[in-house]
């Protein structure tokens, strides 16, 4: 099993009950950083690009595009928030992080 496999199982094995107060807090300011983000770079010209390429190519209705509402594949929401999130380079904003990982979780 790979490291990304090993984290995976890690967040399914996981019961939000049993983590700790302070790693909870910690949790809940990563995700208010990273939908800061995304609703920031949901004004970009990316957000709008990737937006036409997912309902073109990644039509479907099971996940949506945050801020907007739109309903597209799984990938798709994932491809925009993704790119929305990132857009301007704000996310995960401490410099021991190594790339964007809260760029990349669907919600559905």
């Known amino acids: 099993m790979g490291l990304t496999d090993c984290a995976i199982q890690f967040i399914v094995d996981t ?5 700790p107060a302070a790693v909870q807090h910690q949790a809940k300011r990563c995700l208010m950083d990273t939908l800061g983000a995304l609703i920031a770079g949901n004004e970009t010209p990316v ?25 597209v594949s799984v ?8 790119f929305a999130a990132n ?11 190594k790339g964007h990982p809260g760029a990349c979780v669907p919600f559905r």
């Open 15 to 19: 019961d939000w009950e049993n983590v």
């Open 47 to 71: 957000r709008e690009v990737m937006t036409r390429v997912a309902k073109k190519q990644l039509c479907g209705d099971e996940a949506t595009i945050l801020v907007s509402g739109e309903r």
């Open 75 to 82: 990938a798709g929401a994932v491809l925009v928030n993704g």
């Open 87 to 97: 857009a301007l380079d704000i996310d995960d904003g401490h410099r021991l992080v």
